[in-house]
C-alpha cells in the first residue's frame, strides 16, 4: 500500500525558510518522480514543483522559482521541498504526490500546513 | 502564464448526467497535456479520478469517465450520485510546468 507521509510545517515569519519532508512507502521510490501541490485553506490547488525519478529534472512553477528547491534522498524514500524567502501568500497546506513528468500522479498525502505569518 | 478555466459550479440531478470541461488559454487541450481530474471533498484530500484525458485508476467509479471534446478535456458523470457532490479539478501539462483549473464545485441536487 501506498503511503506518503509530510512534515515540517509550520508557522514562520516572511523572509523566513523552511524545509517540508516527504517519506514515501509502498512502492519503489528511485522509479518514481514525485510532486508537491499546495492548497491554500478554502481555495484552489496550485502545482509547487515535480522532479523526475531517473534524471532527476526539476520543474517549478514561477510562483516559487527561484525561491524553492525539490530534492529527493532515495536511501531514505524521502522528498524535500526547501523553502526559502517565504511570503505570506506561500500559506497553504503542502500535499505530496507520487508521480508527474513520465510517471501518473495517483497518490497524495494528507499534507503539512504552513503559515507565513509576521 | 498559461491559463486553465473551469466552470465555477454545476448543478446535476440525482440520476443525471454532467459535464465539467477543461480549457486552456494557450488553444486547444491535447492529449499532449496530458489532462488530469481530481475529485475533492469537504474536509478530505484530494483523489486522482482521471489520468492522461480518459485513463481511470483502479478507484475511479464507472459513472466517471474522461475525454477530449471541443478542444477542452472533459469529465462527465453518468448516473449522479449524493457522494459525487465535491470540488473538480483539472490540471494539464505544459513545457516544463503544470497548471491546475480554479475548480468546478458540483452540487448534487
Known amino acids: 500500500e501506498v503511503h506518503l507521509l509530510e512534515s515540517g510545517g509550520g508557522l514562520v515569519q516572511p523572509g523566513g525558510s523552511l524545509r517540508l519532508s516527504c517519506t514515501a512507502s509502498?512502492?519503489?521510490?528511485?522509479?518514481?518522480?514525485m510532486t508537491w501541490v499546495r492548497q491554500t485553506p478554502g481555495k484552489g490547488l496550485e502545482w509547487v514543483s515535480s522532479m523526475s525519478g531517473k534524471t532527476d529534472t526539476t520543474y517549478y512553477a514561477d510562483s516559487v522559482k527561484g525561491r524553492f528547491t525539490i530534492s529527493r534522498d532515495n536511501s531514505r524514500n524521502t522528498l524535500f521541498l526547501q523553502m526559502n524567502n517565504l511570503r505570506v501568500e506561500d500559506t497553504a497546506v503542502y500535499h505530496c504526490?507520487?508521480?508527474?513528468?513520465?510517471?501518473?500522479?495517483?497518490?497524495w498525502g494528507q499534507g503539512t500546513l504552513v503559515t507565513v505569518d509576521s | 502564464q498559461s491559463v486553465v478555466t473551469q466552470e465555477p459550479s454545476l448543478t446535476v440531478s440525482p440520476g443525471g448526467t454532467v459535464t465539467l470541461t477543461c480549457g486552456s488559454s494557450?488553444?486547444?487541450?491535447?492529449?499532449?497535456?496530458?489532462p488530469y481530474w481530481f475529485q475533492q471533498k469537504p474536509g478530505q484530500v484530494p483523489r486522482t479520478l482521471i489520468y492522461?484525458?480518459?485513463n481511470k485508476h483502479s478507484w475511479t467509479p464507472a459513472r466517471f469517465s474522461g475525454s477530449l471534446i471541443g478542444g477542452k478535456a472533459a469529465l462527465t458523470l453518468s448516473g449522479a450520485q449524493p457522494e459525487d457532490e465535491a470540488d473538480y479539478y483539472c490540471l494539464l501539462f505544459y513545457n516544463g510546468l503544470a497548471v491546475f483549473g480554479g475548480g468546478t464545485k458540483l452540487t448534487v441536487l
Open positions: 494557450t488553444g486547444a487541450v491535447t492529449s499532449g497535456h496530458y
Open positions: 504526490m507520487k508521480g508527474g513528468w513520465g510517471n501518473v500522479l495517483d497518490f
Open positions: 509502498g512502492f519503489t521510490f528511485i522509479d518514481y518522480g
Open positions: 492522461d484525458a480518459e
